[in-house]
């Protein structure tokens, strides 16, 4: 039977990155004999534009009824004074999926160390997964918005972090072991929930080896010494800054991929990156991330791992090849590194 999925192209650099994932997707089903079916919908800035809304209802009904959404991104300045912001789409459509697990991995291959910025014996070895709690803390508390003062509520239930906490777990079970959990414990009172909340479920994982950081240490030690983590669990803010971040151990932001998941339903593939106003209808953009987020999709959203390794050897090896996208070194655009990338995926 064939798996349905709606593609969100979104804003700005969005639907140039979106178009080389699907393409991946495409090259990688035919290989591997899935079969798979495409959907487009006005989302973000592109839907205020078609319909008034960054989440047309029309779009919602679409994503609840696909087996998976891929999105590009959302956001830019041509909204930015708009009554609903894109990214209140973005937000409205986690929290409507109830896509709560927002997993980002981060993996500096051998050979690939001088794609980053950082020194290359720093970032040898790095191998982290963030594991972001995605519907929750200040991004869905209560806000006030005055002319003289402005409030958003940090709000996080035991329940909301042991469901996170589970899959962090769960997760370092079945990598290293190691889980580092980031909060500010000596600040903030949810970080203190999140943190004894943690500790209780420890003892249920027995193979993980558990422990704490504050998130502003963490950001000093990702730089530093970024092969020493192996998952990192994190609240909703924290996720978000750490996240672009640890982009660069591996080289830049147009890398990454990410995963947002449920329970059941149709899960949310997007690369971290935004909208990139600056480059957007340049060509210049990285299709990296995007086309991780597409191995992502055919992984944990479709269940077809083989297509899912088959696209990441391909981008692995693009990578290696050393033609790669302005932002890590090369000199190709966005489409003729997707072209290329297709090609390893036909052959
Ligand atoms: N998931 C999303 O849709 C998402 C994520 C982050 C930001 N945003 C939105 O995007 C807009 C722009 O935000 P921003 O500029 O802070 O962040 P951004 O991620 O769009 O860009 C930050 C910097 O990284 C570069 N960059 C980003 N992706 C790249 C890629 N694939 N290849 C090469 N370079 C890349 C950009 O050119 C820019 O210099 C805002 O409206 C923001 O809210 C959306
Ligand atoms: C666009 C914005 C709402 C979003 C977030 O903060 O979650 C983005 O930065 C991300 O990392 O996916
Ligand atoms: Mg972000």
Known sequence: MSKH???????????????????????????????????????????????????????????????????????????????????????????????????????????????????????????????????????????????????????????????????????????????????KANVLATSRLWRSTVNQLAPEYQDVTLDHMYVDATAMKLVTHPSAFDVILTENLFGDILSDEAAVIAGSLGLLGSASLGEGGPGLFEPIHGSAPDIAGQDKANPSGAIASAAMLLRFGLGEARAADRIEAALQAQLKSGRTTADIGGSLGCRAFGAEVCERLAS
């Open 5 to 183: 999925i709606l593609v969100l192209p979104g804003d700005g650099i969005g639907p140039e990155v979106a178009r080389i994932a699907v393409d991946c997707l495409k090259a990688a089903a035919s290989a591997e004999g899935v079969s798979l079916t495409f959907d487009e919908a006005p989302f973000g800035g592109a839907g205020l534009d078609a319909c008034g809304k960054p989440l047309p209802e029309e779009t919602l009904d679409k994503a609840r009824s696909a087996d998976a959404v891929f999105l590009g991104a959302v956001g830019g300045p041509k909204w930015d004074d708009a009554p609903e912001r894109p990214e209140k789409g973005l937000l409205a459509l986690r929290s409507e999926l109830g896509l709560f697990a927002n997993l980002r991995p981060v993996k500096v291959f051998a050979g690939l160390e001088g794609l980053s910025p950082l020194k290359a014996d720093r970032v040898a070895g790095a191998d982290l997964l963030i594991v972001r709690e995605l519907t929750g803390g200040l991004y869905f508390g209560e806000k006030r918005e005055g002319r003289e003062t402005a409030s958003d509520l940090c709000t996080y239930s035991a329940d909301e972090v042991a469901r996170i906490a589970r899959v962090a777990f769960r997760a370092a079970s079945g990598r290293r072991g190691k889980l580092t959990s980031v909060d």
